[in-house]
């Protein structure tokens, strides 16, 4: 990675892709599963968005599996599919550091569906562990 | 206080070193072949102890556990590949231990054991659910050096030490075992051992508890300490197999018969701490392998993970061990012999050894993460030697199992 008066120069495949996502506290958020490129006034590529879920991530299984996932996936959901603005990364490390919170972002809904139907109704959830 | 904690440690680490494979395994063999294997055990001890370190250390440099970089190494669909490889063989592993622990009460209790079965599961997700994360770890751990009784018994039978290292020492095989069957037991030692839910638990539980680069030296005595004494223990299973049940011919396939050899030389109250040992060590590794299972899913698809949030902000998390503890909770309903679901995960343990190993050894020589930490060249050297007995281990296994129709 090298830094040069347009921002930074990624690798996407060594630096971005796959690599896990934490918000300003430190909570996990999602992996970068797939991001989306602009281009630029000076011609040259950028990050604009990672995307997320198993929509975003099917394709890059490459094949059948790829075509079976994002297929399913897609019955599955008809909500758009959840993204990151690029603007809120702050750094990137051994982990894509944002600096929004984890709960402004609403990007996981299976997790809220998990939390809200499942966890939430068991005796406890609410409780740190003692 | 930093003295405790790093005896807290490896105390920890000696106890939690065992699980039902190595019990089952470490017994089944002593009565078989005697001490003639002791060296499966020793090689695959230094193997975690290299691996686990390096796991630990990228750890607490990155603050990532070994299935966060598997997938960022490997790339989505051979990470995927390798999750549901390595998922299998640890659910695998956790419903052989809920047996485990099922066995244990029913040789405390004489009652059959698949009413304990679900008691065991329901106890082990409120912990899970419920407990914190060092208590989960240093309970278990420190409960298991109850299985220090297979010391004990050792001591009382007398035996000519000089003659039981020279077996380990100048290995030799019985007649009456053919070739294939000695190096198919060799494999399911080494799977014993090595067994890869305990890099995913080790990294993922240095996480939990924030390690840092300061605490790195407490977690490389730990590993460098514990696991070699608790790599004892296993040895002490064999050696007592070896003296009482191996001459007598009795072959191991149950609990029961793991017990004897401390309840012939050691008596009751001996025989009393070896069970509070077989139900701490084996309910222990439970709780780590359903963890893992759950530490592995969450650490490939990016979601929140582990006990330092609350349950709720972590749901698929928790969702996935549950799950995972219900199918393997159902495995053993189905009056599957435990330990024969202990023989086959120790042996696929063996089989999905290189899936773990390789992108830890990669990932440790990475630069970019590790800066000053990665491997220096003697581990590196070390490290590929190991990595090249993993993957023979791994290649021979389905084969031998196949020729020796697992072990018979």
């Not at chain 1, 599963?33 to 281009?39: A, Q």
Request: hydrophobic share 55%; aromatic share 10%.
């Amino acid at each position: 990675m090298t830094e040069t008066s347009h921002g930074r120069v990624l690798d996407l495949n060594m630096h971005l892709l796959d690599r896990q996502v934490v918000d300003r506290d430190g909570r996990f958020v999602c992996k970068v599963d797939d991001v989306e490129l602009e281009r630029g006034a000076d011609g040259a590529m950028y990050v604009a968005k990672i995307l997320i879920g198993p929509r975003a991530l099917g394709p890059r299984f490459r094949g059948r599996l790829g075509v079976w996932v994002r297929a399913i996936a897609e019955r599955l959901s008809t909500d758009p599919i959840p993204t990151i603005d690029f603007a809120v990364v702050e750094d990137i490390g051994s982990a894509v550091k944002l600096s929004a919170s984890l709960d402004d972002l609403r990007v996981a809904p299976l997790e809220d569906w998990v939390r809200d139907h499942i966890v939430s109704r068991v005796p406890g959830s609410r409780h740190a562990s003692e | 206080m930093k003295l405790l904690q790093v005896a807290l440690g490896i105390l920890t680490a000696i106890g939690g070193f065992v699980d039902i494979g190595d019990l089952v395994t470490n017994a089944l063999v002593g009565a078989r072949f005697g001490m003639s294997l002791a060296w499966a055990t020793l090689v695959g001890m230094v193997g975690i102890c290299l691996y686990a370190e390096m796991s630990g250390r990228v750890a607490a440099v990155t603050r990532r556990g070994t299935f966060d970089l598997v997938r960022e190494r490997l790339g989505p669909r051979a990470g995927l590949a390798n999750l549901i490889a390595s998922y299998l063989v640890t659910a695998l592993t956790f419903a052989a231990e809920i047996g485990g622990v099922a066995l244990a009460l029913e040789l405390a209790t004489s009652v059959n054991y698949l009413l304990w079965v679900p008691l065991v599961a329901f106890f082990a997700w409120l912990l899970i659910w419920r407990v914190n994360f060092s208590i989960l770890e240093n309970g278990a751990g420190l409960l298991g050096l109850a299985l220090l009784a297979f010391g004990f018994a050792l001591w009382r039978l007398h035996p000519d030490f000089g003659h039981l290292a020279h077996q380990i020492i100048a290995p030799h095989k019985p007649g009456s075992e053919r070739l294939t069957t000695y190096w198919y037991y060799a494999i399911a030692l080494f799977g014993a051992a090595m067994t890869p839910y305990e890099v995913f638990f080790f990294s993922s539980g240095g996480v939990e508890e924030g390690w840092s680069r300061k605490d790195l030296m407490v977690a490389r005595l730990n590993v460098y300490v514990g696991f070699p004494l608790g790599a004892t223990i296993s040895l002490f299973i064999a050696a007592c197999a070896t003296l009482v049940l191996k001459p007598r011919g009795i072959e191991v396939d149950t609990l029961s018969q793991v017990a004897l050899p401390v309840a012939f030389a050691a008596g009751k109250v001996a025989l009393a701490f070896l069970i509070l040992g077989f139900v701490a060590a084996t309910f222990g590794a439970a709780l780590e392998t359903g963890l893992s299972c759950g530490y592995a899913a969450a650490q490939y698809f990016g979601w929140q993970w582990g006990k330092f949030v609350r349950p709720r902000q972590a749901s698929r998390f928790h969702l996935a061990v549950l799950l995972t503890l219900i199918a393997a909770t159902g495995l053993v309903l189905t009056t599957i012999d435990p330990v024969k679901i202990t023989e086959y995960s120790v042996v696929f343990s063996a089989i999905a050894l290189p899936l773990t190993y390789f992108p830890i050894l990669v990932i440790s020589n990475d630069p970019d993460y590790m800066g000053e930490q990665k491997n220096g060249r003697a581990l590196n050297f070390l490290a590929t030697v190991f990595l090249v007995i993993i993957v023979v281990a791994s290649v021979a296994a389905i084969p031998l199992m196949i020729w020796t129709r697992a072990g018979q």
